[in-house]
C-alpha cells in the first residue's frame, strides 16, 4: 500500500497517496497538474524544478514526495494572488528577463526566497542565490538587475538602472518601436508558469513513447526484432524504419538521414525503434524488450583518417560513396602568387571542439491522430512547415493531412530542428497506428546522446601583408566535422567559408572547406552558424599580426578594416555603410582600453596571476544568403470584437521575435500592442515563410509583417474616409483615431472597423517580403553570398591564475550594428545570452569524444556558465538604418556571439604571452 502525504501546497491543503519513489516534481507535475515546475534534467543540475518547501529553495527532482509531509510547499503558481503580478514577476517582465522562458519559474522562486532572507542584497549575493538554476537564454544579467530593482524598490530607495542599450530620443518619431519601455508579449505567461511546453500538455488516451538508441558509434544492424515489445503490458505500438516510406529518408540539403537507423547505426544516440505504451514506465520496459544484434564496423573520429580511400564509409546505406559530404570554395583573385611575395606570412592552425546547445527545455512532440486520417502535431521544432512537409513525405500522407502547431519552445539555439523532425514523425506514425494521442519528451542525457552539436572544425589559415603591415592575400583551409550525418553543417560550414579571413580588405583570397563525416554524434546549426570558428580563427590572427608589427590591436586593426565601396574578402563590393570602425571605438573608449594595455604590459615577468585584455571584432553575413531564396510571409486580420491578429510562421523559441512582429504592426496601423494578438505559429493558419534561422526574423519575417500592415492601413483609410467624408489620402491620424483635418471630425478606430465590415470589406490581409536577389557561384567560389552585413566588436578582460592554469573572465565590452532597434530589452538580452554562451565556448563547453564515444553524456559533466561564472556585460547597440529593413533594422541574435572567444583568447595571450588556438582554452 502506497503511503499517504499531506500537506499545504500554495496555501491549500492536501493529500494523496504516493509511491516512495515518487518525486515531489512528479507529483506536482503529473498529480496536480502544477507544470509552471520544470523538468530540465532529472539529476538536480540545471534547477528548474525549484520550489519552496517551507519557505526554503529545494530542487524538487530530487526531493521525494513523503519528505514534504506536514510541510508547506509553493510553487510560482502560488506567488502571484488573483492573476496579479508579484512586484518581482513585473520587474522580470519590464527588464525583459524571461526569453523562452523555461527555467524564469525557478529563477523568480529562487529570487523572491532571496528576498524574504536579505531585503537589499549585492549583486553578486544575486548571483549567488541563483546560482542553482541554469539559463542558456538571458546571460543572467537582466535577471540580477530585476531581483535588485525589486529589492530597493521594496526599501523606498532610488535604484540606478544600467546604461541603456540604445540612447532614449524625446525626438524619436516612432511610438512602439524603439522604446526602452517596451515588454515581451509572452512575459505574463512566461513569469507566472502558465506557459505550456510539449511536456506539458497532456489529453485524455494519450499514450507515452520512448526511443531505443544506439549503444554504439558504428555497426550494422543484423537483426531487429521489435515483436516482444509488444509483448510487455501497456505496450501499445512499436516502429521502425520499415514502418515509414523509403525507410523514413530525409534530410536536406543532403539527403543522407532517417526517422529510425536504417540498415546501420552511425553514432552513440542514433534513434533504432520507437515504443508507445500507456505509462512512461511501460513504454520504457518496451524498448528494453526489443532485441537487436549488432556487427561493430571501424569507428571513424578524425576527419583526415575518414578522407582515406582505405576507411570504410560511414553513410553508405544512404548511397554515398566518399566520407567526404561537400565542399566550399572561395577564388578571388590570385592569393597563393601574393602570398609568395608578401614581407609578412603569418599562418596558425586552429581545432574547435563540438559545442552542446544545452536548451533547458528537451526535445518533444505531441501527436493527435484526426478523423481524415491525418495528424495534428505540437512540437518544439524551429520550422514548422519544414516539419510539417518531412513528415507529410514520410507517413506517404499530403501536406494538407499534416498540421504542425509550435507551443512555447523552451530554448533552441539552432538546435530543434533535425531532431525535432524525427521525433515528430515517429509521434506521428505511433499515433495513426494507435487511433491514439502520443507523446515523446527526451530525458536529458537521450538529448545530450541524440542531439547534434556545434560541428567541431579545424582551421589552417594563413595572411600576408606587406612591409607595413597592410593586409594583403589570405589563404585558409576547414575541415568541418559533420559527424554522422549532413544535417546542416553544409550550410553553416558554408558560412565559415564566407567568413574565415575576417572584416578586412585584401587584395586576393582562397579558401578550401571539406565537409567530412565521422562517428563523432552529429552536428547541425548552432547560433552563429560557422562564424564563431572563422571569426576565432582570422581575429587570433590578425591580433598576433599586429603584436608581431609593435601596435596596437584596435589601432591595427583599424587601419585594416573593411569599408563601404570596397571588396569583402570574398570579392564583393560591401554596398552599405560599414560600421565596425564605430563599434572598436566605443569598446575602447567604455573598456578604458589604452589604460588597462599599458597597466597589464607592466606587470612583473615572474607575477602568475596576471590580467590582460583583448579585442576582437566581426562582420556576419545577413538572412540566408547565397544559400537560397530568402522570403517571408504574414498575415493580419481583424476579428469580429476588432482585435488585431497577427498568423506568422517564423518561430519564438525565446529570440523575441513575436514581440518584434507586434510591435512592428502596432506601429504600422498606429494601434495599441495591446489590441494585437498573436497565436503560435501554426501550418494551417499561417503561409509558408522559410525557416527560422540565419537572424532573418526581423528583417525578413518583420518586412513581411510590415508589408501586410500596410495594406490593412490601406483599408481603413478606404473605410474612415468613407466615414468622415474625405479622400483616402486626406486621412490623418491621432494614434487609434482617424480624423478629417478640413472638418475635423475623428472617428474612433473602433468606429472604423465597423464601418469597414459594414462597406463588405475583408479585414484580412498576406504581406510578402524578399531579401533583394543576389548570387553566389558555388562551383566558381565567387559572387556576391550576402546582400549586407550586421558588425560589432567585443573588448574582455581576464584574469588567469597560472599555477591553478585557470581563466576568469571579469568585464566584457560589446558594441554591436543591428540597425534600427525595434525592442530594446529584448536585443540587450539577446546580445548579453549570445555573449554567455561565447563564454562557454572559449573556456569550458567542449562536447568530446573518444573512439566515437561521448565523453560527456550527463548534464552534470558538461558545464555551461552559471551566474557567479558571468561578468557583468557592458553592451551598446549602434543606432543605424539598414535601408531595405523594416524601419532600418536588421539581424541580431546571432551574431553577437562570434566575437566572444577570440576577445577572450587575445586577452589571455596579453596576459600570458601564450598564443591559444584550441578551444575551449587550456593553459596546459
Known amino acids: 500500500m502506497s503511503p499517504s502525504v499531506g500537506f499545504t501546497l500554495n496555501g491549500k491543503p492536501v493529500k494523496c497517496e504516493v509511491k516512495p519513489e515518487t518525486t515531489l516534481l512528479h507529483l506536482l507535475r503529473n498529480t496536480f497538474g502544477l507544470t509552471g515546475t520544470k523538468e530540465g534534467c532529472g539529476s538536480g543540475t540545471c534547477g528548474t524544478c525549484s520550489v519552496w518547501v517551507d519557505n526554503q529553495l529545494v530542487k524538487s527532482c530530487q526531493t521525494k514526495a513523503v519528505e514534504v509531509d506536514g510541510a508547506s510547499v509553493t510553487t510560482i503558481e502560488g506567488l502571484a494572488e488573483d492573476g496579479r503580478l508579484t512586484d518581482l514577476q513585473e520587474a522580470f517582465v519590464r527588464h525583459g528577463a524571461v526569453q523562452c522562458g523555461y527555467c524564469i519559474p525557478a529563477m523568480i522562486m529562487a529570487g523572491e526566497a532571496l528576498l524574504r532572507e536579505k531585503p537589499l542584497p549585492t549583486r553578486h549575493e544575486i548571483r549567488k542565490a541563483i ?37 532614449p530620443s524625446p525626438q524619436s518619431p516612432y511610438r512602439y518601436i524603439h522604446q ?17 511546453y510539449v511536456g506539458d500538455l497532456r489529453v485524455p488516451g494519450m499514450l507515452y513513447a520512448r526511443l531505443l538508441l544506439s549503444p554504439l558509434p558504428h555497426a550494422r544492424i543484423v537483426r531487429l526484432n521489435p515483436a516482444p515489445a509488444l509483448e510487455v503490458e501497456g505496450v501499445k505500438a512499436v516502429i521502425t524504419s520499415k514502418d515509414f516510406v523509403d525507410n523514413g529518408q530525409f534530410g536536406w540539403p543532403v539527403r543522407d538521414a532517417f526517422i529510425l537507423a536504417y540498415q546501420k547505426v552511425r553514432y552513440v544516440g542514433d534513434p533504432i525503434a520507437a515504443v ?29 583518417q575518414a578522407l582515406k580511400p582505405e576507411t570504410v564509409i560511414i553513410p553508405e546505406n544512404a548511397g554515398k560513396g566518399s566520407n567526404l559530404c561537400v565542399t566550399h570554395i572561395v577564388r578571388n583573385g590570385d592569393a597563393e602568387a601574393i602570398l609568395s611575395e608578401c614581407a609578412h606570412v603569418v599562418e596558425h592552425r586552429f581545432e574547435f571542439a563540438p559545442q552542446e546547445h544545452v536548451y533547458l527545455e528537451t526535445e518533444g512532440a505531441l501527436a493527435i491522430p484526426e478523423p481524415d486520417g491525418g ?9 514548422p512547415f519544414i516539419n510539417r512537409e518531412n513528415t507529410a513525405a514520410v507517413l506517404g500522407l499530403p501536406s494538407n493531412l499534416v498540421r504542425v502547431i509550435q507551443p512555447p519552445v523552451g530554448g533552441s539555439f539552432g538546435g530543434k530542428d533535425d531532431i525535432g523532425y524525427q521525433l515528430s514523425a515517429q509521434a506521428a506514425k505511433l499515433a495513426l497506428i494507435t487511433g491514439r494521442p502520443v507523446r515523446i519528451v527526451l530525458s536529458r542525457k537521450e538529448s545530450l546522446l541524440a542531439s547534434y552539436k556545434r560541428e567541431g572544425m579545424e582551421i589552417h589559415l594563413k595572411v600576408g601583408t606587406d612591409a607595413k603591415g597592410r593586409l594583403r592575400a589570405a589563404q585558409a583551409q576547414i575541415w568541418a566535422d559533420s559527424g554522422a550525418y549532413a544535417s546542416m553543417t553544409p550550410l553553416s560550414s558554408w558560412r565559415a567559408t564566407m567568413h574565415v579571413a575576417g572584416c578586412y580588405l585584401y587584395e586576393a583570397a582562397k579558401v578550401d572547406t571539406y565537409v567530412v563525416y565521422t562517428n563523432n554524434g552529429y ?9 564563431p570558428q572563422a571569426c576565432a580563427a582570422s581575429e587570433i590572427l590578425i591580433d598576433d599580426l599586429a603584436h608581431r608589427f609593435g601596435e596596437d590591436p584596435i589601432e591595427y586593426r583599424l587601419r585594416n578594416l573593411i569599408v563601404q565601396g570596397k571588396p569583402a574578402f570574398t570579392g564583393n563590393i560591401l554596398r552599405h555603410p560599414v560600421h565596425i570602425a564605430e563599434c572598436l571605438r566605443w569598446v575602447r573608449e567604455r573598456s578604458d582600453w589604452n589604460a588597462k594595455r599599458a597597466e597589464y604590459a607592466r606587470q612583473p615577468s615572474d607575477q602568475f596571476i596576471r590580467r590582460g585584455i583583448g579585442v576582437a571584432c566581426y562582420f556576419h553575413g545577413t538572412g540566408l544568403g547565397g544559400e537560397g531564396k530568402d522570403y517571408a510571409s504574414a498575415r493580419i486580420h481583424i476579428e469580429s470584437d476588432h482585435t488585431i491578429v497577427i498568423n506568422h510562421g517564423l518561430t519564438d523559441y525565446g529570440q523575441g521575435s513575436r514581440t518584434v512582429f507586434t510591435l512592428l504592426a502596432a506601429e504600422v496601423l498606429q494601434v495599441s500592442p495591446e489590441r494585437i494578438r498573436m497565436p503560435r505559429p501554426d501550418t494551417q493558419t499561417a503561409a509558408e515563410p522559410g525557416p527560422t534561422v540565419a537572424s532573418r526574423a ?18 481603413l483609410n478606404l473605410a474612415a474616409a468613407d466615414l468622415l467624408g474625405c479622400l483616402p489620402e486626406q486621412v490623418q491620424r491621432l494614434d487609434e483615431r482617424f ?57 574582455a578582460e581576464v584574469e588567469v591564475n597560472l599555477k591553478a592554469k585557470e581563466i576568469r573572465v571579469l568585464h566584457i565590452w560589446a558594441a554591436h550594428d543591428a540597425g534600427m532597434i525595434v525592442y530594446p530589452e529584448g536585443a540587450k538580452g539577446q546580445m548579453i545570452g549570445a555573449i554567455v554562451q561565447g563564454l562557454g565556448y572559449a573556456l569550458t563547453e567542449g562536447f568530446t569524444y573518444k573512439n566515437g564515444y561521448p565523453e560527456k553524456p550527463e548534464l552534470n559533466k558538461y558545464t555551461i556558465p552559471r551566474a557567479t561564472q558571468v561578468p557583468e556585460i557592458e553592451v551598446h ?42 578551444f575551449p582554452l587550456r593553459l596546459e
Open 276 to 304: 508507445a505504451a500507456e505509462t512512461e514506465e511501460a513504454a520504457k520496459k518496451g524498448v528494453e524488450a526489443i532485441e537487436v544484434e549488432f556487427e561493430p564496423l571501424e569507428v571513424v573520429t578524425d576527419v583526415h
Open 698 to 715: 526581423t528583417i525578413v519575417g518583420g518586412n513581411a509583417v510590415r508589408v501586410a500592415a500596410q495594406k490593412l492601413v490601406n483599408l
Open 375 to 383: 495528424v495534428t502535431i505540437y512540437a518544439n521544432d524551429q520550422s
Open 180 to 196: 526602452l519601455d517596451a515588454k515581451p508579449v509572452d512575459g505574463y505567461e512566461k513569469v507566472t508558469g502558465r506557459a505550456r
Open 523 to 531: 552536428a547541425g546549426a548552432f547560433r552563429g552558424f560557422g562564424n
Open 877 to 918: 547597440l549602434l543606432s543605424t538604418i539598414q535601408p531595405e529593413g523594416p524601419f532600418g533594422a536588421k539581424g541580431l541574435a546571432e551574431p553577437p556571439i562570434v566575437a566572444t572567444a577570440p576577445a577572450i583568447a587575445n586577452a589571455v595571450f596579453q596576459a600570458t604571452g601564450r598564443r591559444l588556438t584550441r
Open 131 to 167: 546560482n542553482s538554476v541554469l539559463c542558456r537564454c538571458t546571460g543572467y544579467q537582466q535577471i540580477v538587475d530585476a531581483i535588485e530593482e525589486t529589492a530597493y524598490r521594496r526599501q523606498n530607495l532610488p535604484w540606478l538602472p544600467p546604461s541603456p542599450v540604445i540612447e
Open 739 to 795: 480624423l478629417n483635418p478640413r472638418t475635423e471630425e475623428i472617428a474612433t478606430f473602433d468606429e472604423v472597423v465597423a464601418h469597414a465590415l459594414k462597406m463588405g470589406f475583408q479585414l484580412a490581409v498576406e504581406g510578402y517580403w524578399q531579401i533583394p536577389q543576389i548570387h553566389w557561384d558555388f562551383e566558381k567560389g565567387q559572387g556576391e553570398p550576402y546582400f549586407t552585413y550586421c558588425y560589432g566588436a567585443q573588448v
